[in-house]
């Protein structure tokens, strides 16, 4: 086994910043964007599990058998993205009552909500871009399994929502790619013991 040195971590980093700015450009339809977060999200599980990404071809055709199965996700997501933005700036201005307990609440149920994503999106990776519907269900029955590891990818979309907000917007494309091995890369830590029992 060859030893990696710095053109290596330069490489992946390149790859993983080409991959962001591909996915959000494949988004910017926004009825798109369930097949473009599928696709790249099977494509990392691939570059982590065979060692390489695939090849053009297999992406585009991914990327086509994903964009009608993807329409409802998208639409479904945008939707509760959009009511949950609308809730927390309610409260937050005050013009709901309930003040910061029920923002906090909010935020809580948000992030659980981010980390539920997460998860499925790892999942969807798993079975090549497409089957939602499946992913969910094991994301669910995942989240419920192993609650750390859902936390942790609560915490890391958390960081990744942060980090959107305080860079420059240019940088938001490559910045959803780092995002999205994150989330890879928390999803396949193994399971603490104390949840195994």
Do not use: K, N
């Amino acid at each position: 086994m060859s030893r990696r040195d710095w053109r290596d971590t330069l490489r992946d980093a390149t790859d993983l910043a080409l991959l962001g700015i591909l996915t959000v450009l494949a988004a910017v339809p926004v009825l798109t964007a369930a097949a473009a977060v599928g696709t790249a999200s099977a494509a990392l599980h691939d570059r982590y599990g065979t060692g390489g990404w695939p090849t053009a071809r297999q992406i585009l055709a991914r990327f086509g058998r994903g964009v009608l199965p993807g329409l409802p996700v998208s639409l479904l997501g945008f939707a509760a993205a959009g009511l949950l933005a609308l809730d927390v700036a309610a409260l937050a201005t005050g013009r709901v009552p309930g003040g910061a307990a029920a923002l906090a609440v909010t935020a809580v149920v948000g992030a659980a909500l981010a980390g539920y994503a997460a998860a499925v999106v790892v999942e969807v990776g798993a079975t090549g871009g497409a089957g939602w519907r499946m992913a969910a269900r094991r994301a669910a029955r995942a989240c419920l399994d192993h609650p750390t590891r859902w936390a942790a990818l609560a915490g890391t979309t958390g960081v990744a929502a942060v980090l959107a907000v305080l860079v420059t917007p240019v940088a938001v494309p490559i910045l959803a790619g780092y995002a999205l091995a994150a989330v890879h890369a928390v999803a396949r830590r193994p399971v603490p013991r104390a949840e195994l029992t």
